[in-house]
């Protein structure tokens, strides 16, 4: 109340010199009032039932009615309007009671002069708890709005005394009066002697923070939470209260783990890639001296010896090229295709592979457009199938479905990491033996297997993730003990193309043979000696160069036509397939092959150039001889 404002005033007092006198004081006390005189409680009940009052003054005896009646009257409609006494003569017994039962102040009517001071300090603490009950008001709705959970809990009783809604709506009740009739440690923490172990940890403490726990909500799902906070202590120290703050953060914990799973694969991949690239290319030698031996000898021993080089070489071949998937470290032969055809037309070839007792089934969806990988797409359907087969023993159900989704139809819990955008999805869903968090958490590692020893590589599925991510798609896994497996594959949806992209037809004859001039690029010495013997046996003649460098030089030295320029496509320094770009400057008829085993990144094969053919290491020189003819009788 400013010094500027008149106080509204009830004042019950039947005698009216001892009003007028009051009023005086009052004013000599510097207060401005504007005063409703009543003199009995008709009177009392018709103001106070018409007009609002800073303050209320009442003798303690009017006719046939009393003070304490119209304290206990105004406090009946629930005013909390300050109430001040002022009479002749009041008992300390009297007196005592009536600041008791919340009267602000009584007056003596004969030291009226202290009538002032006990309206005004009424006043104030009436304006003091009003301030205090707003910012009560204002700080329960914060904690009652707040979109983190807060609570107080006993520490000795083992139950909340306090919870916001959002505690409520975590541990996925209907009530703060459902979860105030928890015992944390039985109905609330996972372990019962957590909540025991943590309570001696902060015991010492004044606060704490960031402690993750592992808590259950009403139905038995289990979360990870992080609570912050300090102990009210008694008069002895001891800790008997703990206010806190709880945050579930379960989806971030598996944010954090789907995140240091991809780098962790990423990692492994880099490595395997590595490992691959090199071994390429001493297989590449063994193969292509295995095969040579075959075109020149007709000892059978030898030729027996050789062929079991060529058969072996051949696994190994597959075992790289698994590797390389992985590592997302081969050029990828990506084409616009429908993917129900290219599944239901894979499937035809599936039953005697899955055994009579596994029954399957195919749901597709309206056309599916994605760009991909026929071949390394079906190696994906083959991969998750033969490991559903496994995982079902005694038979069960295989489903395979295709279905086209948005992002915003995607259960952001099952699979957070998938981004915004239209996919087309192939789940692969099995009734087998299902698996537990451990070993879902290194299904997609290289050799990882839990099959029993020589009844798998281990590589089945680490390839499929490299397929998947080189298509630039994504795969997540559900699964649980006994309740089999779902594996689900989002493929970037793409428009239909305007006319059907047809897979090109595997070359095949005898080795032909030719007299063009071959510039040959390899930095890896074994590989391109036996090459160049090769190409010089059929005819060719050979430049060879370790190097871009060595090439360029090569090229400006030469006379005569370079017909085709054969180069690795990762070499130190300059790109294979940036070099024979340059070297076609100054030789525009040259035909391009690249030859590689490794990429350093995804390489569609349209990145390569219109003029560029593409061989994939290892090859057989059959292979690479057939390539030859085709680009240069092209």
Request: proline share 4%.
């Amino acid at each position: 109340m400013t010094g500027e404002e008149s106080l509204r005033m009830l004042y019950l007092e039947d005698t009216k010199a001892d009003f007028e006198l009051c009023l005086r004081t009052l004013e000599k006390g510097g207060l401005r009032v504007k005063v409703d005189h009543v003199v009995n409680e008709e009177q009392f009940r018709e103001r106070l039932s018409s007009e609002v009052y800073d303050i209320v003054l009442a003798d303690y005896r009017v006719p046939g009615w009393s003070g304490m009646a119209a304290f206990h009257l105004l406090r009946s409609r629930h005013l909390d309007t300050p109430f001040v006494l002022v009479t002749g003569s009041l008992g300390d017994e009297l007196a005592a009671d009536c600041i008791k039962q919340g009267m602000s102040d009584f007056v003596l009517k004969d030291r009226l002069t202290r009538l002032p001071i006990a309206v005004t300090q009424a006043i104030e603490r009436k304006e003091s708890a009003d301030a205090l009950r707003r910012t009560e008001a204002e700080f329960q709705s914060l904690v009652d709005r707040a979109p983190i959970g807060i609570y107080r809990s006993s520490v000795k009783e083992d139950r909340f005394l306090t919870v916001n809604p959002a505690l409520v709506k975590m541990l996925g009740y209907a009530s703060a009066d459902e979860v105030m009739t928890l015992k944390l440690s039985r109905d609330v923490y996972v372990k019962t002697r957590e909540r025991k172990e943590v309570l001696e940890e902060i015991s010492g403490l004044d606060s704490y923070i960031g402690i993750e726990l592992q808590w259950k909500r009403k139905d038995g799902q289990l979360m990870t939470v992080r609570i912050s906070g300090r102990p009210i202590r008694n008069q002895e120290g001891e800790a008997v209260i703990q206010e806190v703050v709880a945050e579930d953060i379960t989806k971030q914990k598996s944010l954090e783990q789907q995140l240091w799973q991809a780098q962790r694969m990423e990692a492994v991949g880099r490595l395997a890639g590595g490992v691959a690239h090199d071994f390429n290319n001493l297989l590449m030698v063994v193969n292509s001296c295995a095969e040579l031996v075959l075109q020149h000898t007709s000892d059978d021993r030898i030729r027996k010896y050789a062929g079991q080089i060529v058969t072996a070489g051949a696994k190994a071949t597959l075992v790289t090229r698994q590797l390389l998937t992985f590592g997302r470290r081969q050029v990828f032969e990506s084409r616009v295709l429908d993917l129900n055809l290219l599944v239901r037309d894979f499937t035809k070839f599936l039953p005697p592979l899955i055994g009579e007792d596994v029954e399957m089934s195919l749901v597709t969806t309206d056309p599916a457009f994605v760009k991909i990988d026929a071949g390394q797409t079906e190696q994906v359907v083959m991969n998750l199938v033969v490991n559903a087969r496994d995982a079902m023993p005694r038979g069960g159900k295989l489903a395979l479905e295709i279905a086209t989704v948005d992002l915003e139809t995607i259960d952001g819990v099952l699979h957070p990491l998938v981004p915004a955008g239209r996919y087309v999805t192939l789940s692969v869903s099995d009734t087998g033996i299902g698996m537990d968090v451990e070993t879902k958490g290194r299904i997609f590692e290289p050799f990882f297997t839990t099959k029993e020893a020589g009844k798998g590589t281990g590589l089945g599925l680490a390839t499929a993730f490299g397929i998947i991510k080189q298509a630039g798609g994504f795969i997540s896994v559900y699964s649980e003990r006994g309740r089999g497996t779902t594996f689900r594959i989002y493929f970037p949806r793409v428009q239909e193309p305007s006319r059907p992209q047809a897979l090109p037809a595997a070359s095949a004859g005898e080795i032909p043979r030719g007299s063009e001039t071959i510039l040959l690029v390899e930095d890896e010495a074994g590989l391109r000696a036996i090459t160049k013997e090769f190409l010089e046996s059929i005819g060719y003649t050979v430049l060879e160069s370790p190097n871009a460098a060595q090439a360029f030089t090569l090229s400006l030295k030469h006379a005569g036509h370079i017909h085709v320029i054969l180069t690795d496509l990762v070499m130190p320094g300059v790109r294979g397939s940036e070099m024979a770009f340059r070297l076609k400057k100054s030789h525009p008829t040259a035909k391009i092959i690249l030859m590689s085993g490794y990429s350093d990144r995804v390489i569609a094969v349209e990145e390569l150039g219109p003029d560029a053919l593409f061989l994939q290491k290892p090859f057989k020189l059959s292979t690479l001889a057939q390539k030859l003819r085709s680009v240069l009788d092209a």
